[in-house]
């Protein structure tokens, strides 16, 4: 019973450094691989709905650096359905794209961007509790720290996406030069935000494109 206990032992522990050299490798092929699971016309679509928020506000919020809560509710809620709608999609398309490798290349891609929106709420935070006279830099900085996270997923995208960080870093280094409450218009937010997620949606249909000729 004791030698059988033991070869048993022998045999759970090489199954599991088994399974654990498989999720080794499946990693390693996950960060070798380019990201296919956001879709260009969602992104799109994301793109679209900065235009439509930077309009509510400018209907419905004319004097935004008055009513901070509900300027701030605007572009949280813009963002919030924005993420909802490529983690949606995202998920679908990567299981369809990726298949075996689905769960491995979804967690790659959010760790990628959860530091820069973790960063992103508590800074939002941190100013609205602290620091409201400074609130005016806030459009600028989600937008630099918006870049930091399309930076840190380049590695895994199309080369061409470094287009895209470099101007959500150009926009928001420019609506900080504004020093003032001009950063709260409208389109501080609507043009940086649609135009960006315009590019990296042609982006990406432009190199899907590409693969497909090629292939």
Not at 163 to 191: N, Q
Request: contains cysteine; hydrophobic residues 50%; glycine residues 8%.
């Amino acid at each position: 019973m004791r030698y059988f206990a033991v070869q048993s032992e022998i045999g759970m522990n090489d199954l599991n450094k088994a399974l654990s050299d498989i999720g080794c490798i499946r990693r390693q092929m996950a960060r070798s691989t380019e990201f296919r699971g956001y879709g260009p016309m969602t992104l799109a679509t994301t793109g679209a709905t900065a235009i439509a928020a930077a309009g509510a506000q400018a209907f419905w919020l004319p004097e935004p650096s008055k009513n901070i809560p509900a300027y701030l509710a605007i572009w949280i809620s813009m963002a919030a359905l924005s993420a909802a709608l490529i983690g949606t999609e995202m998920r679908a398309r990567t299981r369809r794209i990726h298949s075996g490798m689905a769960d491995e290349m979804i967690r790659m891609a959010v760790e990628q961007f959860l530091p820069s929106a973790g960063v992103g709420a508590l800074m939002t935070l941190v100013l609205v509790r602290y620091a409201p006279a400074s609130l005016w830099m806030l459009p600028g900085l989600w937008q630099v720290i918006f870049s930091l996270g399309v930076f840190s997923s380049c590695r895994f995208l199309p080369k061409p996406m470094v287009a895209a960080g470099v101007w959500y870093l150009f926009t928001g280094l420019f609506c900080i030069t504004l020093a003032d409450t001009r950063a709260f218009s409208p389109w501080a937010m609507g043009i940086p935000y649609g135009a960006g997620q315009l590019l990296v949606a042609a982006i990406l249909l432009f190199s899907a494109g590409v693969e497909e000729n090629e292939d």
